[in-house]
């Protein structure tokens, strides 16, 4: 049982957008702490690809966005590429007993 | 660029203690205000993470693990290290070293590659 929650899975069409959800609570986003995106394609280690909520590192395309609210937050992915096929995970900050450093428990977005 | 690369036995016998070491390149592990942390992933499943050091050698751990990991660094090799003991089964993962910007809000970046270690007699 991840702190952070996510959908098992989404998918869409090339072209299409999707977001992905993360809900946490009052000792982690709630309480004010960024979040963070990854995305991590089949057999290989996890990249950075949304930072502080909103800011993505250079290379990343402006097709992938971030956004906060309350107790959760979201990945919207627009003009859905084959390549965006993988694993999602977000992690923020956790101010409880969970643990500093948590992680929801993925999403697997298939590109239909 | 920094880099991170992790290495040690593929192997670990049950009850025995899993050891790992990431070696950082590209910039000195004890430059910037730098949390260096160490994250597993069991195959089919997602990331826990399981603690960090900063380079003055102070620690933070997942409290589920907290009873037998210990992670140290050696700021003269450039490398952090992970001891895990105890083990069974359920650590086998694919284990990663990442760096950790901040202790408050940070997130990690960049990652190792991963290795996989597998608890097995």
């Known amino acids: 049982q991840s702190v952070l929650t996510q959908p098992p899975s989404v998918s869409g069409a090339p072209g299409q957008r999707v977001t992905i959800s993360c809900t946490g609570s009052s000792s982690n986003i709630g309480a004010g702490y960024d979040v963070h995106w990854y995305q991590q394609l089949p057999g290989t280690a996890p990249k950075l690809l949304i930072y502080g909520n909103s800011n993505r590192p250079s290379g990343v395309p402006d097709r992938f966005s971030g956004s906060k609210s309350g107790t959760s937050a979201s990945l919207a992915i627009t003009g859905l590429q084959a390549e965006d096929e993988a694993d999602y995970y977000c992690q923020s900050y956790d101010s409880s007993l969970s643990g500093l450093e948590v992680f929801g428990g993925g999403t697997k977005l298939t590109v239909l | 660029q920094v880099q991170l690369q992790e290495s040690g036995p593929g192997l670990v016998k049950p009850s025995q203690t899993l050891s ?40 933070n751990y997942n409290p589920s693990l907290k009873s037998r990991v210990t992670i140290s660094v050696d700021t003269s090799k450039n490398q952090f290290s992970l001891k895990l003991s105890s083990v069974t089964a359920a650590d086998t993962a694919v284990y990663y070293c990442a760096r950790l910007n901040s202790g408050y809000d940070g997130w990690f970046d960049p990652w190792g590659q991963g290795t996989l270690v597998t608890v097995s007699s």
């Open chain 2, 20 to 59: 790992l070491t990431c070696t950082v390149s590209g910039g000195s592990i004890s430059s910037g205000s730098y949390y260096w942390s160490w994250i597993r992933q069991p195959a089919g499943k997602g990331l826990e993470w399981i603690g960090r050091i900063y380079t003055s050698g102070s620690t």
